[in-house]
């Protein structure tokens, strides 16, 4: 079964590796879609892929890299959006 999902992560994620971070463990985990910067300091990361390894990423994204500060992770339900890969996008 597939799962999409759209997260806005707060705290301190900017300059710890965390687009990184994120991006390796998609492809790690086969999980497609999206991370960027948003001009509030917020990171927007977007997940589809099979429920169990999008469930997985979630978790991870919560907990982020070394050295980051995850305060608070909004999560918001998506329609399947079929991306064929992971990206870092910059605005």
Do not use: W
Not at 58 to 74: A, F, Y
């Amino acid at each position: 079964m597939k799962k999409s999902v759209r997260l806005y992560i707060n705290g301190l994620v900017q300059g710890v590796f965390f687009r990184i971070f994120v991006k390796e463990n998609a492809e790690r985990y086969n999980v497609k879609g999206f991370i960027r910067n948003l001009e509030d300091k917020r990171i927007e990361v977007f997940l589809e892929g099979n429920v169990d390894d999008v469930n997985k990423m979630i978790e991870l994204c919560k907990k982020g890299p070394r050295h980051s500060q995850i305060k608070d992770v909004k999560i918001k339900q998506e329609r399947f959006q079929s991306f064929r890969t992971f990206k870092i996008l910059h605005i």
